[in-house]
């Protein structure tokens, strides 16, 4: 079974950075596109961004032109560049397999925005 942790995570103010990086068990990365996706408390889990095994990447138009999703396939990690940060990206963030996501998701890495 693929296991994915997320990291890198924290405590950030308005218009500030972060880069939450993904890992995963194995090399499934090499051949499987990836997903981020958030959290926010009281709501239900939202996509963010995709990056496919070509390195295609597309994103939720809430986060273009901010957050940029890269690959490092020789160390099997998914990285979400985040700028200009917001209060409402407030959330966990979660990473998956696509475009068959894995069943266990990860614990997932939280990020507060806020002054």
């Known amino acids: 079974q693929v296991q994915l942790v997320e990291s890198g995570g924290g405590l950030v103010q308005p218009g500030g950075s972060l880069r939450l990086s993904c890992a995963a068990s194995?090399?499934?990365?090499?051949?499987?596109?990836v997903t981020w996706n958030r959290q926010a408390p009281g709501k239900q889990r939202e996509w963010v961004a995709t990056?496919?095994?070509?390195?295609?990447?597309n994103y939720a138009d809430s986060v273009k032109g901010r957050f940029t999703i890269s690959r490092d396939n020789a160390k099997n990690t998914v990285y979400l560049q985040m700028s200009s940060l917001k209060p409402e990206d407030t959330a966990v963030y979660y990473c998956?397999?696509?475009?068959?996501?894995?069943?266990?998701w990860g614990q997932g890495t939280q990020v507060t925005v806020s002054s």
């Open positions: 194995g090399s499934i990365f090499s051949t499987s596109g």
């Open positions: 998956n397999t696509w475009p068959i996501p894995t069943i266990n």
């Open positions: 990056i496919t095994s070509g390195g295609s990447t």
